[in-house]
């Protein structure tokens, strides 16, 4: 998308109101970083998380919530950098892997995360199933939010040749217009095990939610649980 920087899609503004608009409301079956939506229930249970993270915004309101501290970030690009340590539960949830727009780039997270896998751990993908390649033209305006006095509109576009999807929330309100842009490679889950596959790992469970749903024909998204492929 002309004009976008990953790090705005995630920067101060957005950052603010993530926890208010972004979650799913699944969080707590499922107890990287973002404000810690999932890394600090999960620090809560008892669980040592640390985190890889991009966005300083995002970092930033994770530290200002109650045991934010107590998370170890590594800031840098999730598909290059290293903690130094292995784990028994890597985790990319929430679309974050549609936040790398290159298959390159996501090819290159999945070999980041097996390199990051101690012995018997996994690597944990949730991901929608992409649905703006069936919409006409590929293109679509959806009312995400309409009250009286505010709607919030999604506007997208999507590019069959890159599989990156343009999305811009656009908020209009008496406070005036706010554009939260986005953009993201979409990916159906056979492609993500072949890029599993490159990376030394295989499938070893797929649900369609969070509550072991079965994953079908009609999953809205899959949450992708992989191994290394030798054990
Ligand atoms: C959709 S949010 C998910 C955050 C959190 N895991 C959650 O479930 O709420 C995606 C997060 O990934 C971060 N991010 C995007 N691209 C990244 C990259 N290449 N490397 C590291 N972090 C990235 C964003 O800044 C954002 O915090």
């Not at 926890?19 to 890394?39: F, K, Q, S």
């Not at 970030?73 to 727009?101: A, E, H, K, P, Q």
């Amino acid at each position: 998308m002309e004009g976008f920087d990953p790090r705005t899609s995630f920067g101060s503004e957005i950052s603010k109101r993530y926890d208010a608009g972004g979650g799913l409301g699944d969080e707590a079956e499922t107890v990287a970083v973002g404000t810690g939506r999932i890394a600090l229930p999960l620090t809560r249970a008892g669980v040592r998380v640390d985190g890889i993270e991009l966005s300083q915004d995002m970092v930033d309101r994770m530290r200002e919530k109650p045991g934010g501290d107590a998370i170890d970030v590594t800031m840098g690009d999730m598909s290059r950098v290293t903690t130094g340590c292995r784990y028994g539960l890597v985790y990319l949830v929430f679309n974050t892997i549609g936040n790398l727009l290159t298959q390159d780039d996501q090819v290159r997270c999945f070999q980041n995360a097996a390199r990051h896998l101690a012995p018997g751990g996994v690597f944990v993908v949730e991901c929608r199933i992409p649905a703006a390649p069936e919409r006409p033209y590929r293109q679509f305006v959806d009312a995400e939010q309409v009250a009286a006095d505010a709607v919030t509109l999604g506007v997208g576009q999507y590019d069959p040749v890159t599989q990156v999807l343009d999305l811009n929330h656009v908020s209009i309100s008496a406070d005036g217009i706010l554009l939260m842009p986005i953009s993201l490679r979409l990916a159906h889950p056979p492609e993500f095990d072949l890029m599993a596959r490159i990376a030394g790992l295989r499938l070893r469970d797929r649900w369609g939610g969070w509550n072991a749903e079965p994953y079908t024909a009609t999953s809205w998204r899959h949450i992708s649980v992989y191994e290394p492929a030798g054990e």
